[in-house]
């Protein structure tokens, strides 16, 4: 680096600084000018800084690496027969379905083939004993408000109509201390100085810069956009100065972003209660993660009525409405990959073909078992290999002879932590939730019923290599361990109990076909700028939790992305067509 460069990145520094304030690019300007000026220490201290800077102020546009670099290839015309389609999406998970809905509006022939007998990945309901409904996951849905992503995809495919929301209620319980957190959040911030008078004085200036950092971060969502709108070159070169609060946080974790106003570590745990809504990193989760999370209390969440499957429902109806062809019951084996380019899918019952195939499928999974490593360079099956799963769950269900008290998803840290030695774990937070409770028409009436979430690696593997008798005796174990857990969490509900069953990593990933049974899909790290939207195949396009994040709202965004690579070109051919 020359002299002249080494001065101006300094100069740059300083302005970025003075800008945001960020606090730790004022300690790293410092230590820069207290080393001797042009030794090769304060040099490659500078160029890693201002590296550092430049990529998170670039963080909004998407960059892709030059391998993935390629032009869709879209037919003159919608192919005929009924093994040819414009575009083939694999899974129908929230993000599936986005992409799904958004191409066959736009005039593309569609087939979304989904491995499960029913529609919607993550987003749908189960029965049991043929009166129970159960969620396989999804219990409240964010971006709903009037900028949310999932609220212009409903508005825009008319979908508004065909949904009911219930109104998610969030608690706290630490030992024996239990908050019903209030409904909004300036009531929230409120209740909160009054319980930590101590803290005051950082509660509202913290809760004043994630609101202030949120609003930036959802500046670049506009009515009737799914994805965010791409930063303008004037943006994206003053970006810290039009952003600065989400700017200084984009390199924060939650914890150091706390840290700077909050003190008392039960303050910290209740303001942190959603944490294991995106993963199990706690205070280590990235400021710029949690910030959606906001939403949940500024938007609200919301259940839909009936269960998430009615969501996935109601878009594969419009979806077929579309004229989109959509089959459950079918698994890909594998997408047809010829000369880097992809063509089809191989599916147990048929082959499928399209010049553009959007998978929904973890990604790992995806590049390893349905594309096949063979077809990647060794730099990106490297790539691949380092896609790591996020965390999983032992997920109890069970109904009771009575309602259960509370509608609200309910974070519960135990004063003590509950030893588990006979599956290995010390289990200081659990989450529970009762859908029943919410919603009666998921159960008889009269009856309870209860979901409690205990986080725990994914490691499929390790539950598939037991014996049927080992793992049934894990059952036993865990049944055993719900039992002292149900207890705590109230006791006189553990004496209505009437039935109950217990899912681990491996349930998860026979029915979420996830690697390693993980729940939210691969673990997602934005800093990695990996998966991407486009793969390294000609004609291959990635969505859901992988790609963009775990959540629905994420899961949106994601199949919003896919399909903006490709809509376009349908939406002129239609036009062509017409004229
Ligand atoms: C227990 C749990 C609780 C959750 N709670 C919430 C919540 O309250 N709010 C929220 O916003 N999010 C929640 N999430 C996360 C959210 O549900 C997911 O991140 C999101 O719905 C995932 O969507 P997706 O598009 O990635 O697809 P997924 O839901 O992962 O669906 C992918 C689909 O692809 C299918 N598939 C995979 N491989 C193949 C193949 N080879 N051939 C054909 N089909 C295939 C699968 O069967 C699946 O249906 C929860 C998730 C879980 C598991």
Known sequence: MSKDQLLEQIEFLKQAAELTGDARLKAALSMIQLMPAGSPQQKGMVAEVYRQVKEAMNGYSQASAPELEWEPTILPQAPEGDDQYDVIIIGSGMGGLTAGLELASAGAKVLILEAHYTFGGAAHNYMRKGKYTFDAGV????????????????????????IELLKTSFHFRMGSRYVAIPNTLEDWIEDLCQRYPND????????QTAITAYEEKYSFFEPDR????????????SYAQLHPNNYRLMTTTWGEFMGEYLKDPALRKEVSLLTHF????????PTSDMLP???????GGYRIKGGSAKLANALISKFREYGGVARHSVTVNKVIIENGVAKGVETEKGTFYAPIVISNVDPRLLYENLVGLENLTEDYQAKVATLEPSMSAFIFQGVFSKPFPTDAIV????????EAPEIGMTIGRCSYVSAGTHDPELLPDGEGQLTINLNYPADADKFAAMSKEEYAELKEKLDGVFMKLLRKIDPDMADHLLWFEISTPKTARQYLRTYQGSIYNIRFD?????????????????????????????????G????????????ARREAAVK
Request: proline share 7%; with cysteine; hydrophobic share 35%.
């Open 278 to 285: 995106i993963g199990d990193r706690n205070e280590d989760t």
């Open 293 to 299: 999370l906001l939403g949940y209390f500024i938007v």
């Open 226 to 237: 799914i994805t965010p709108r791409p930063p303008t070159d004037e943006e994206k070169m």
């Open 139 to 162: 219990e409240t849905v964010s971006g709903l408000g009037h900028l949310g992503s999932v609220n212009h995809f409903l508005k825009r495919h008319d979908l508004w109509n065909d």
């Open 560 to 571: 919003g992305y896919a399909s903006e690579k490709v809509k376009s070109h349908f939406e």
């Open 526 to 558: 934005k800093d990695r700028k990996f998966p991407n939207t486009n793969a390294p195949i000609q004609g291959l396009y990635l969505c859901g939790a992988g790609v963009h994040g775990p959540g629905v709202e994420a899961v949106v965004i994601s």
């Open 411 to 418: 974070t519960y840290y135990f004063d003590e932590p509950v």
């Open 200 to 207: 005051a004085e950082g509660i509202r200036p913290f809760f």
